[in-house]
């Protein structure tokens, strides 16, 4: 189930990257639209700790305290 909240999520930004990136958006601007698009996605799918989707990228510790 958490694997495919995750692959759920990558597509969700792959989905909005493209059209984001060709806009002329700020970053700033990118950023706010991500969150915002993030949120609505944690609330469809019932998700109640954001921190549960942190993409694959990210660099800091994980859920399990390991770091990457």
Not at 5 to 30: K, W, Y
């Amino acid at each position: 189930m958490f694997q495919k909240m995750r692959l759920l999520f990558l597509a969700l930004h792959l989905a909005l990257i493209f059209p984001l990136v060709f806009s002329d958006l700020t970053g700033s601007e990118f950023m706010q639209k991500m969150n915002e698009k993030r949120r609505e996605f944690a609330k469809k799918e019932k998700i109640p700790n954001m921190r549960e989707l942190r993409p694959f990228y990210y660099r800091g510790p994980s859920n399990t305290g390991l770091e990457r």
